[in-house]
């Protein structure tokens, strides 16, 4: 097994993740077999607990794992299927050495740092390198690892020391490692500073670790100059120097390693030279050059609570993308916070209820996403019962289907109370209803997760043509409230149609509104499978013809849907 190791310094954000991600493409394209591992030195035994605008989406696996989003990054990138072993936590380590100390593992030995933390870290590295993701049987060729955080940072050391000894371990051509650090421009002088970069990788080094290859992070190229000086102060040869300067979109960062020859240097530290081809890139620099052209626009009004950090809907953002680029339309997405639908907005605050009102009537579409409490609610069921009877395209996701289905009880049944034991627990009429095998004293890991099948109960409905006329799907889940299996009868004599459902047949999976040009909730959350150059089914009926539905809502006809798959 050859290991590559991502590390980030001077400051976060500096797009680790998408550098490793990246990397993981460019080898796989020079015919190499790649897998991929977070580090995540938080105390958090996973991310499922953890707030969206702290630290983003929660991507889940088909496994269940709630993890780190930029494993999100790696499958949609790579187009692998990753498990939860292949994100370390600190506080899966730490849980791991207790666990062990408790029966008894360790002989009476005083349990330390080192050596029982790092050689725990050493060895989940090499078991979750040796799990098969691509489907073929046997494991990878190289696994590419990034540890989460910056360099310097306290809840790191373990880690750093840890990688320093299996970097020793696996031996010299088994293991590169790639610094990704920056190089600011200062606007006054307009000068590339190597400074921050050079105290960087002498803090690496002063911790053990040496970078073979440096990824700076830049606005533009970096001059000959610099990368000299870089060279002769972090003792790494320049032509294992690369820019990643800023681009249009991050789907150019691996064209713009494979052309700073980044693969040569990584695949010349790994021994990898004779075996690895030449990186063919031909598809993914088609798609790239589609992307940067795309100038008809499909506007997509996404309502939710936590716009306030986009990362917070990552792979939905991603998902609605690979579906615009399929059909060669450029994305447009409104951001509307559900709270600022609502009366009280209006009261308070005249112009940014105004303002929402408008982005969510001017949009060829309206999505809401899966979500927690309370806050923006309303807003949301606003949004779902403007579209339902504007004749408006809807798509919604796990909390977006509940959404749909609470306000269709009020609206259409007349059951004014009619709401979510979530959000009132004491209601009469309680549409969306606690999972009976849901924990209610614990939060972590006691959702419905993971890929789950989804059985079509309807062969002519919408959704069964989306998936090419399946019987069943296999779907990402995430949730712990389900619709109220005791209204379907009553909802479905209104209008409402429940088209998927689990094997039990009681648990909802897919509403449709046949009455609807389309008008779509789901239980489970298609976003996490959707790849570039294979986007999810359910994103991927944006129309083509969209151009045509806008001329023909010129002339008063009926609202064409951007997911409409009879267009």
Not at 380 to 387: M, S, T, V
Not at 440 to 451: A, E, F, S, V, Y
Request: glycine share 10%; with cysteine; charged share 25%.
């Amino acid at each position: 097994m050859k290991y590559v190791l991502v590390t980030g310094g001077v400051v976060s954000g500096l797009g680790k993740g998408v550098t490793a991600s990246s990397i993981g493409l460019l080898l796989k394209s020079c015919g190499l077999r790649v897998t991929s591992i977070k580090i995540d030195p938080y105390l958090n035994t996973d991310a499922g607990t953890m707030s969206p605008f702290e630290h983003g989406e929660v991507f889940v696996l088909d496994d269940g794992g709630e993890v780190d989003l930029d494993l999100g990054n790696y499958e949609r990138f790579l187009d692998i299927t990753l498990t939860r072993e292949n994100n370390i936590t600190t506080g899966k380590i730490y849980q791991s050495i207790i666990d062990k100390e408790r029966k008894g593992d360790y002989l009476g030995k005083t349990v330390q740092v080192v050596p029982h933390i790092t050689d725990e870290i050493q060895e989940w590295i090499e078991r979750a390198a040796m799990i098969p993701v691509d489907g073929k049987e046997g494991p990878a060729d190289v696994c590419v690892i990034e540890l989460g955080g910056t360099i310097g940072d306290i809840e790191s050391m373990p880690f750093i020391e840890a990688l320093g000894q299996f970097s020793y371990r696996v031996g010299t051509g088994n293991f590169c490692l790639v610094h990704v650090s920056l190089v600011p421009v200062l606007s006054v002088v307009g000068e590339q500073k190597t400074k921050p970069t050079q105290h960087s990788v002498r803090g690496l080094r002063g911790l053990g670790l040496t970078p073979n290859i440096l990824a700076c992070r830049s606005t533009k190229a970096l001059d000959d100059n610099v990368k000299e000086k870089l060279s002769q102060f972090c003792h790494v040869p320049a032509e294992n120097i690369v820019t990643l300067y800023d681009v249009p979109n991050i789907w150019h960062i691996p064209l713009l390693l494979r052309d700073q020859k980044a693969h040569e240097a990584i695949l010349k530290g790994l021994n990898l030279l004779g075996i690895a081809r030449e990186p063919d890139l031909t598809e993914w620099t088609a798609r790239t050059k589609n992307y940067d052209m795309l100038h008809d626009p499909v506007k997509i009004a996404m309502v939710g609570k936590y716009i306030g950090l986009t990362d917070s809907y990552l792979s939905v953002l991603k998902a609605l993308l690979h579906a615009s680029v399929h059909h060669r339309k450029k994305l447009v997405v409104e951001w509307v916070e559900a709270s600022h639908l609502e009366d009280i907005t209006a009261e308070e605050d005249p112009n940014t209820f105004k303002a929402a009102w408008n982005h969510l009537k001017g949009a060829d579409g309206i999505l809401v996403p899966g979500g927690f409490g309370d806050r923006g609610v309303q807003g949301k069921i606003l949004a779902a019962k403007y579209a339902r009877e504007s004749n408006v395209p809807f798509l919604g996701i796990c909390l977006g289907m509940q959404i749909a289905v609470i306000e269709y009880a009020r609206s259409v049944l007349g059951l004014h109370n009619a709401n979510s034991i979530e959000f009132d627990p004491k209601t009469s009429n309680p549409c969306v209803i606690f999972m009976p095998e849901g924990s209610k004293t614990h939060m972590g890991g006691t959702m419905r997760l993971g890929t789950r099948r989804t059985y079509l109960k309807v062969p002519d409905c919408k959704s069964a043509k989306l998936y090419g006329d399946a019987t069943f799907v296999d779907e990402r889940h995430r949730h712990r409230y389900e619709v109220n299996p005791d209204m379907i009868s009553e909802l479905e004599a209104a209008g409402m149609s429940f088209v998927g459902r689990d094997e039990s047949g009681r648990r909802m999976e897919i509403v449709e509104l046949p009455s609807h040009p389309f008008f779509i909730g789901v239980q489970f959350h298609p976003e996490f499978k959707s790849r570039p150059g294979k986007p999810s089914a359910l994103f991927s009926v944006f129309s083509g013809q969209l151009g045509v539905g806008k001329r023909r809502r010129q002339h008063h006809t009926t609202k064409l849907s951007p997911w409409d798959i009879d267009t």
